[in-house]
Nanobody
Framework: QVELVESGGGLVQAGGSLRLSCVAS????????MGWHRQAPGKERELVAS???????NYEDSVRGRFTISRDNAKDTVYLQMNSLKPEDTAVYYC??????????????WGQGTLVTVSS
């Protein structure tokens, strides 16, 4: 079994910064593409940023230039550095990953979510 555990959410004022972390744990697996999604109240879940094993990144337009996704492959960890936060960034942030599990194949897994609240 492989699971993702997020940390780093919280309350911050507009213009502030937060860093989210997500660690994949388990046995006999390899994390391929990893990313962050978010879901604000009353809205659908949306992709925020993603990163491949080789470091190729993709960002949603509203966060490009403010958020930076990175990963440490040796630690099976993905990070999301969020700067210049805005109230509209308030949401539950979910980590997800495409994980190859030995004898099982590729599975998409999700973390439990971490709440980010940006006050105006």
């Amino acid at each position: 079994q492989v699971e993702l555990v997020e940390s780093g959410g919280g309350l911050v004022q507009a213009g502030g910064s937060l860093r989210l972390s997500c660690v994949a744990s388990g046995s006999m697996f390899r994390a391929n593409s990893m990313g962050w999604h978010r879901q604000a109240p009353g809205k659908e879940r949306e992709l925020v940023a993603s990163i491949t094993t080789g470091g190729v990144t993709n960002y949603e337009d509203s966060v490009r230039g403010r958020f930076t996704i990175s990963r440490d492959n040796a630690k099976d960890t993905v990070y999301l550095q969020m700067n210049s936060l805005k109230p509209e960034d308030t949401a539950v942030y979910y980590c997800n990953a495409a994980v190859y599990i030995l004898n099982t194949g590729v599975r998409e897994i999700w973390g439990q979510g971490t709440l980010v609240t940006v006050s105006s």
